[in-house]
């Protein structure tokens, strides 16, 4: 199966800044939940293997991710056993997300212990 897109993660500036601050002495520790918006996270090529309707809803759903009118854990989802974690509606916020320890409905594997 030929690759038809990749996540691109962009550390690079967030790393820059830091260290900076570390120079400047104003250093501190926090979380961070940068992502499309700021740039850290890119979605990269899709190919022409993808239909062009499905790469344009692609698009269309990152451009909604990064302008923060959807949020991708949205339920309703399910745990990989279908029993329900989000409802209709609900957003799972970060710290939920940091403890995420499963997958979702549709996923086949396990998580390594």
């Known amino acids: 199966m030929p690759r038809v897109s990749s996540i691109i ?3 690079a500036p ?3 800044a830091r260290t900076q601050a570390v120079i400047d002495g104003t250093w501190a520790t926090s979380n ?12 990269g090529e ?5 239909p ?7 698009e269309a759903l990152r451009d909604s ?3 923060g ?3 991708p854990f949205t339920g309703p989802l399910n745990r990989q056993d279908g029993s329900v974690w989000l409802a ?5 916020d970060d710290g939920t997300l940091a403890g995420l320890n499963f997958y979702v409905e549709g996923i086949v594997g396990s998580i390594p212990q």
């Open 32 to 43: 961070t939940w940068d992502g499309i918006a700021q740039g850290m996270v890119g979605i």
């Open 65 to 67: 991710i990064a302008a």
């Open 14 to 16: 967030y790393y820059i």
């Open 69 to 71: 009118d959807y949020h």
């Open 9 to 11: 993660d962009n550390w």
């Open 88 to 92: 209709e509606g609900e957003v799972a």
């Open 46 to 50: 899709i190919t022409d293997a993808v």
């Open 52 to 58: 062009a309707e499905v790469k344009a809803a692609a």
